[in-house]
């Protein structure tokens, strides 16, 4: 009789030990990272088509991070993009440079793709002619896939509301040849980029 009870009071354990794991799991996926795969090649060569990636959902977005947000043409995918603008913002692009606020600014992201061409890698652009507004309004962002003469993006769907935002995707996990954090960017006074891992 003994044996029953406890084998009942193990086989309970166990099987609340597997609801607080289940709970856990559903609130680490919901509320705090999530993991994501990468499909097409908007975003080579920072990121290449089939690339596991996990997205961080409570964090502050910057400029230059890499967001996944919902397709703005109502496919029901996701898409990955860096973000250029943020409200407050004027941009364009000239002679394949881009110019945030009518500074001048590197894109090293764009390595070693923009390179290998002899044309503009990226086509001028302004935000007036692209969207029909002079500065990015609040409650809005401006994002470019890294591949540019390949990637659809706000220069053709226009702008991204903060709010759709789903997370920043940052961390590689496969393959494992990638395994780990993406670099990050961080734009200086004087126009030049930071970069940090």
């Known amino acids: ?45 920072t990121l290449a088509n089939g690339e596991q990636m996990l997205m961080f959902k409570q964090t502050s977005i910057e400029r230059f991070d890499v967001i996944v947000f919902p397709d703005p043409m109502g496919s029901g995918s996701s898409y990955v993009k860096r973000v250029i603008g943020l409200p407050g913002d004027s941009l364009e692009m000239v002679n394949d440079v881009l110019y945030i606020n009518d500074q001048a600014v590197e894109e090293p992201y764009l390595e070693p793709l923009k390179s290998q061409t002899t044309e503009n890698f990226t086509s001028d652009f302004s935000l007036w002619n692209t969207i029909g507004v002079e500065v990015i309004p609040e409650g809005y962002y401006f994002v470019m896939g890294d591949n540019r003469p390949h990637s659809g993006d706000s220069r053709q769907f226009g702008l991204v509301p903060i709010e759709s935002v789903e997370g920043e995707a940052n961390f590689i996990y496969f393959p494992f040849s990638e395994f780990g954090k993406l670099e990050e960017y961080t734009l200086s006074d004087n126009g030049s980029i930071i970069i940090s891992e």
């Open 1 to 45: 009789m003994q044996f029953l009870k406890n084998l009942m009071v193990e086989i309970v354990n166990v099987l609340f030990s597997i609801v607080i794991a289940i709970v856990i799991f559903i609130l680490l996926r919901d509320y705090i990272v999530q993991p994501f795969q990468v499909e097409g090649h908007s975003m080579d060569n």
